[in-house]
């Protein structure tokens, strides 16, 4: 297959490594390198594409500021050591995206958070609206409060489903290496590099090797399993060197590395999910100006609601019907149920009086909606 070029995709996830961030002598971050990097993101930005980061080396950075001894740490000083370096490291990337006139926004999460319905929600409204307000946010996991042992390799996967979660449809993975080799190319002389995968196979998984340095978590096994994650939600991933400087500039210039390639697109792939393979909890029936509106590619509003059947909570799908009882389609609603009964055919403005907060105008947004083909079968 082709290989794809970088100026083709609209949203992309940056995966910023702690051993490229950090240097690990100076126990300090590499002020030039991280420079060059947050231009290659202006100018991205600045062509009109969303970019997202996710950055490693709070953990690094603080254990620098604290000046604490080489080797492993236990769990509570991974985590005091990262409270320290969350603050290190937000400011740093204010900074360096602040002098492109971008500002940056931190998100801490962790896996939980993009597998949890609800906070899987919140974290993507999150994200949505500091890309709207064409912000860059800075992501990384919140390693403060880990209850497990903190794993190599997360933040490649947490990376995987960041882009999921936000419909990217490109994830840069920055490495120590620049992409997927046939064999170990530190043992192997004769390691080949893998241009194009279109496919994870299980031959793919086994010529995974071990993280290359100390400040690596990952390793090429997380690599391929964040690939995995990443092309079957429809997102394309790239596995390039961030040992040079515009490491991004390098890609869009034809430079080495490994696309690991998906024939679906994210919103495709996520629709598909909400549509097939969630289970309604309840049902909403809605009076013929919102079919319309929804056939015409609107958000369902409260106003448009005229039925409320089913105990749901926010996040769960649930079934749209027509006056008629046709079902118009499926979606991940916003309230839950007792609130969604409170607010149907209410304005937007009414129902945020009436539920006493400021919430989402939207019963479901159309991003989280599957509108089915007119003429469908009505319910029994």
Not at 51 to 56: A, D, I, K, M
Not at 255 to 265: E, H, Q, V
């Amino acid at each position: 297959m082709k290989r794809p070029a970088l100026k083709n995709f609209r949203r992309i996830v940056v995966k910023v490594g702690s051993s490229l961030l950090i240097d690990s002598n100076a126990g300090e971050v590499r002020s030039a390198w991280l420079a060059a990097l947050a231009a290659d993101i202006a100018k991205l930005h600045g062509e009109g594409r969303d970019v997202l980061v996710v950055s490693s080396g709070s953990i690094a950075l603080g254990r620098s500021r604290l000046k604490l001894p080489r080797g492993p740490l236990k769990l509570e000083e991974s985590q005091g050591a990262a409270a320290v370096g969350q603050i290190a490291l937000a400011r740093i990337w204010s900074e360096v995206l602040g002098a492109h006139g971008i500002g940056a926004g931190q998100i801490l999460v962790t896996l939980q958070d993009t597998e949890e319905r609800r906070r899987y929600l919140n974290a993507r409204s999150t994200i949505a609206k500091l890309l709207e307000w064409r912000a860059v946010p800075v992501i990384n996991e919140n390693d403060t409060v880990a209850t497990n042992e903190i794993r190599y390799g997360d933040n490649d996967r947490l990376a995987a489903r960041v882009a999921t979660m936000t419909s990217a449809d490109l994830l840069i993975l920055l490495s120590d290496i620049d992409g997927l080799y046939d064999a170990p190319p530190g043992a192997n002389p004769n390691a080949k590099l893998i241009p194009i995968v279109e496919s994870v196979t299980s031959e793919i998984e086994a010529m995974a090797g071990a993280a290359e340095s100390e400040l690596s978590r990952g390793g090429m096994f997380t690599k391929i399993e964040a690939a995995k994650i990443a092309t079957t939600s429809g997102t394309h991933m790239l596995i390039a060197s961030g040992k040079i400087e515009h490491p991004l500039q390098a890609i869009s210039d034809g430079g080495r590395c490994t696309w690991f390639l998906t024939p679906a697109n994210p919103v495709t792939a996520r629709k598909r999910w909400i549509a097939g393979s969630l289970e309604p909890k309840g049902t909403l029936t809605i009076d013929a100006g919102a079919v319309a509106a929804l056939r015409a590619g609107k958000s369902l509003l409260p106003a448009g609601v005229i039925r409320i059947d089913g105990q749901f909570a926010r996040g769960d799908a649930v079934v749209v019907r027509g006056p008629d009882t046709h079902e118009v389609g499926r979606g991940l609603v916003a309230y839950d149920a007792e609130d969604a009964e409170k607010i149907k055919g209410r304005s937007s403005p009414d129902a945020m009086a009436i539920l006493g907060i400021s919430g989402r105008a939207e019963m479901i947004h159309r991003d989280d909606l599957v509108v089915g083909p007119a003429g469908a079968i009505p319910a029994k």
